[in-house]
Nanobody, 126 residues
């Protein structure tokens, strides 16, 4: 079975930082794109960031550019989302997802991903 374990969420003050991790089992990350999505209360799930299987292939939602950094460690089968300068509007449940053959223009689309993790809560207090 494919399992994605998202972790690293928590409560942080505005301006603070968190690093989310997405660890995979039953699947090899090497040639797959890994995306981070989030869903705030009363809102639809949205794409936050994605890292493709090729070097330099990344996507960031405009609202997180310059604050969030996505990276991958294929040896550990783990993808990270470093979140700095957090804002109250970043509060949401964050999910990681894995997909194969995702082109850059589809990185923010939930339908492009085949497997999903369970989510980790990020709460930013103002």
């Amino acid at each position: 079975d494919v399992q994605l374990q998202a972790s690293g969420g928590g409560l942080v003050q505005a301006g603070g930082s968190l690093r989310l991790s997405c660890a995979g089992s039953g699947i090899v990350f090497d040639n797959r794109a890994i995306g981070w999505f989030r869903q705030a209360p009363g809102k639809e799930r949205e794409g936050v960031s994605c890292i493709g299987s090729t070097a330099g292939s990344t996507y960031y939602q405009d609202s997180v550019k310059g604050r969030f950094t996505i990276s991958r460690d294929n040896a550990k089968n783990t993808v990270y989302l470093q979140m700095n300068s957090l804002k109250s509007e970043d509060t949401a449940v964050y999910y990681c997802a894995v997909g194969y053959g995702i082109i850059r223009t589809s990185m923010a689309s939930q339908r492009a991903y085949q497997y999903w993790g369970q989510g980790t809560q990020v709460t930013v207090s103002s």
